[in-house]
């Protein structure tokens, strides 16, 4: 019945249960995974000894993201769901955007502070990495591209 890539270990059924009860066709809000953990102290502290905060929430709205899909799918709604990752991307990849360049210093001047700031903090990995390559050679040996 369940997809076997997205499996429900014990931890998590109570979740998806509760998730699966809910009639609603949008995602669901912090909050009430909030209140919803609030009132279920149990289930919210045995999740709190294994996982962060940030990863519940993340964790919690990919499900109900899956099971409106599902729901949708089966014809049962219309979900009203966010943009997925690649339309977001597109969105964010035409000219004028602050994340079209990414971390390319090439297009900034040269003599500014965020160009200088940028290219001493890769030397500073470069020099960490050389080091850290230093070490492990006698651990590993150098291998031939």
């Not at 470069?126 to 590993?140: R, S």
Request: hydrophobic share 30%; charged share 35%.
């Amino acid at each position: 019945m369940y997809d076997h890539r997205f499996q429900r270990t014990d931890q998590w059924k109570p979740i998806y249960s509760w998730l699966e009860s809910i009639d609603t066709d949008e995602v669901i809000k912090s909050k009430d995974v909030v209140d919803w953990l609030t009132a279920n102290p149990e289930i919210r502290d045995h999740l709190y000894t294994r996982h962060s905060r940030y990863h519940l929430m993340h964790y919690i709205k990919k499900c109900h993201v899956k099971i409106l899909k599902r729901k949708e799918k089966q014809g049962l709604i219309v979900a009203k769901l966010p943009p997925s990752k690649s339309d977001q991307n597109a969105d964010e990849n035409f000219p004028g955007s602050p994340h079209f360049t990414g971390n390319n210093i090439s297009n900034m001047p040269k003599d500014s502070e965020l160009y200088k700031a940028k290219r001493s903090e890769a030397r500073r990995k470069y020099e960490i990495l050389v080091e850290f390559e230093k070490q492990l050679i006698p651990l590993f040996g150098k291998r031939d591209n």
